[in-house]
């Protein structure tokens, strides 16, 4: 096999790695939608409203504290280092009662690095759930049985006003999030696959970043699938979207429904932000990700969690292998940018409901 | 075993409510009814006659059409229901299933049944012996159990309505049209496997229905409906012997067969309530 197959090989997997990012963030939508049938306009800025306050949560940013300046004239802004040295000491002193002194060492120099980021994340994840509760009480609730198209424009409300909250309480500035994954190519793969090209081929390149981002990407939708297809609960979820009204009728509360739906989106969207904030920066510009997820669900139809994934893939992949292939020789480059939108243009005409929308089930 | 006629203690009292959709439309004109326990009670009348909005303004499900009582009283065992939310009603044991079935398309038979006892708080075994129970009444159900509820046929779906309700362990079950659209076997099925809930399972129904001549069969006692007031109530038996009813619901009249046209006319003559 010549260097220039193993390049595409190479690739196809940084496609499929892409991939994976674009269907995190479609998965927020599906969800959402098929529980409520509401496309959620926000999910973007939910993105960058988790990914921001995960930032300030891990860094101990205070919140609002531009505001307070403002008001007060004080000059606040952190609450002190994130996980001293003693903390750790302190922490292997205790475990080494229990545990041999390499192992309590390592626990705990395992804490002190990853400690603020772990509690960063649970914070993050508190903090999602109670903006779906804020949504379902302040929102939602008083727009049941509206049309589709009102329930939209209250999502783009919420988006506004998510993007000016999270800047409010956090700042708008650049903030680099650090969830302790180095980025950049992994050198352990790319050494154990330089073998199989030629003299030319180094080995794969892959982004160690991106490598985490799929692994727990695919944990994440696995712990989907199994929560809606083998609990009570999650059978309601598929209930609800399926009939509200039926739902309604065998004593499913849509108002819980609604809570448990915009929370799990809410972790999706903290996910999706996470992975995505590493890798570029927290930033305002982070809330357009949700423009590269809406070709992957007319790809993969709105309806199907399935879908979301395969069409983020196809997607990832086809706009890597494009470029590669006939973009970059024949085009002149840069076809990265508008390929996935001109794959969903097509799918719109020849295949509306996408590869795996929900099929209608007419019975005639 | 319980009885199979009605006792005397009432479970639904609902004293002369009203209903208005979107704040203009009047449904309900002041209709009274009694649902009492252990009984069939049916509730007959023609197309918008307001059988399916007395069902939902007693579920509750009437608020998710913008639908709302302005006047009257719905009460279930002496206590006043109409603020609850159809999920309370269904913990308090009252159930619909409505009209046109309803289904969740996408999921099995199996898991539409589960989707019943969604407010049920007493253990797996309690509920893995009821859907037993539902299997045993419904053994179609049994072998499409694994089927997605959308391909399944009308008669099929029916049963799945109703045995997802009675999942619920529901001491009322309010029943729309159950016969819509089924040949009359079916129907006829159907309203045998109501009779036995009833008889063997102690289960209340009230029973909207426009098959007047299947629902009396089946019911202890009828109310029926036009242009959302009561017009004439009474015992299932009585009401099937009753010249109007025959008349104007079961096609039956002295004279024999008439035409169609003739019967409009005698009927814009002849109200109801004069």
Redesign the interface.
């Given at each position: 096999m010549s260097a220039d197959f193993w390049f595409g090989v190479e690739v196809f997997l940084n496609g499929l790695m892409a991939g994976v990012m674009y269907s995190l963030v479609a998965l927020g939508f599906v969800l959402i939608f098929k529980a409520s049938g509401i496309f959620n306009y926000a999910q973007g800025v939910m993105a960058l409203f988790a990914a921001q306050t995960l930032v300030g949560l891990q860094t101990g940013l205070i919140p609002f504290s531009h505001l307070i300046n403002a008001i007060f004239g004080t000059e606040f802004h952190h609450f002190g280092q994130a996980a001293p040295d003693w903390w750790i000491e302190t922490y292997s002193r205790g475990l080494s009662v229990l545990l041999p002194e390499s192992i309590s060492l390592s626990i705990a120099g395992f804490l002190g690095f990853y400690g603020p980021t772990i509690l960063a994340i649970i914070f993050a994840a508190l903090v999602m759930l109670f903006f779906a509760i804020l949504v379902e009480k302040l929102v939602l609730k008083h727009l049941?049985?509206q049309e589709p198209i009102i329930l939209f424009m209250a999502t783009i409300g919420l988006a506004f006003f998510m993007e000016g909250f999270g800047e409010l309480m956090w700042g708008s500035d650049v903030k680099t999030l650090d969830i302790g994954i180095e980025q950049g190519g992994n050198v352990w793969f790319e050494e154990k696959t330089s073998f199989l090209g030629g003299e030319d081929f180094y080995g794969f390149y892959l982004d160690t970043l991106d490598i985490y981002a799929t692994f727990i990407a695919v944990a994440l939708v696995l712990a989907l699938v199994l929560f809606s297809q083998y609990t009570?609960t999650g059978?309601?979820l598929?209930?609800v979207?399926?009939?509200?009204?039926?739902?309604?009728?065998?004593?499913?509360?849509l108002r819980t429904i609604w809570v448990i739906v915009w929370t799990i989106a809410g972790f999706v969207a903290l996910v999706a932000g996470m992975m995505w904030g590493a890798k570029s920066g927290v930033q305002f510009s982070l809330s357009l990700i949700a423009l590269k997820a809406l070709p992957v669900l007319m790809l993969g139809g709105f309806t199907s969690i399935p879908g979301a994934i395969i069409g983020g893939l196809i997607i990832g992949v086809g706009e890597k292998m494009f470029e590669f292939l006939i973009g970059a020789p024949y085009l002149g480059g840069a076809t990265e940018n508008w390929f996935a939108y001109m794959l969903a243009l097509l799918f719109l005409v020849f295949r509306p409901q996408g590869l795996f929308g929900?099929k209608i089930?007419e019975?005639v | 075993m319980l009885d199979a006629a009605p006792t005397d203690e009432s479970l639904l009292e609902i004293s002369n409510i009203e209903v208005i959709y979107n704040h203009v439309i009047l449904v309900l004109k002041g209709v009274s009814l009694s649902v009492p326990k252990g009984g069939i009670t049916a509730l007959l009348g023609g197309n918008g006659a307001g059988k399916t909005t007395t069902l939902k303004a007693i579920?509750n499900?009437l608020?998710?059409?913008?639908g709302e009582v302005t006047k009257g009283s719905i009460s279930y065992r002496g206590e006043k229901i109409a603020d609850l939310?159809?999920?309370d009603?269904?913990?308090k044991g009252v159930?619909?299933?409505?009209e046109g079935r309803?289904?969740?398309?996408?999921?099995t038979i199996e898991?539409?049944l589960?989707?019943?006892s969604?407010?049920r708080r007493d253990g797996r075994g309690a509920v893995a012996a009821d859907l037993e129970m539902v299997y045993n009444y419904f053994p179609r159900l049994r072998e499409r159990r694994k089927s997605?509820a959308?391909?399944t046929?009308?008669g099929e779906q029916q049963m799945c309505?109703i045995g997802?309700?009675l999942m619920?362990r529901p001491e009322t079950v309010l029943l729309d049209e159950p016969s819509m659209g089924l040949a009359p076997q079916l129907v006829e099925e159907i309203f045998g496997i109501v009779k036995d809930l009833n008889e063997k399972e102690g289960v209340s129904f009230l029973l909207a229905e426009q098959n007047t001549n299947v629902a009396l069969r089946f019911a202890h006692y009828g109310y029926i409906l036009e242009s959302g007031r009561v017009v004439m109530d009474g015992p299932a038996a009585e009401l099937r012997e009753n010249p109007d009813v025959k008349e104007f619901y079961l096609g039956m009249s002295e004279e024999g067969r008439k035409s169609y046209r003739n019967v409009r006319s005698y009927r814009r003559r002849k109200r109801w309530l004069g």
């Open positions: 049941v049985n009570k059978r309601a598929r209930a979207a399926d009939d509200h009204q039926a739902a309604l009728s065998v004593g499913i509360s929900e089930i019975r | 579920s499900l608020h998710s059409e913008r939310m159809p999920a009603l269904v913990k159930i619909q299933v409505m309803h289904c969740f398309e996408h999921l898991e539409n589960m989707t019943g969604y407010t997605q959308g391909y046929s009308g309505a997802r309700a619920s």
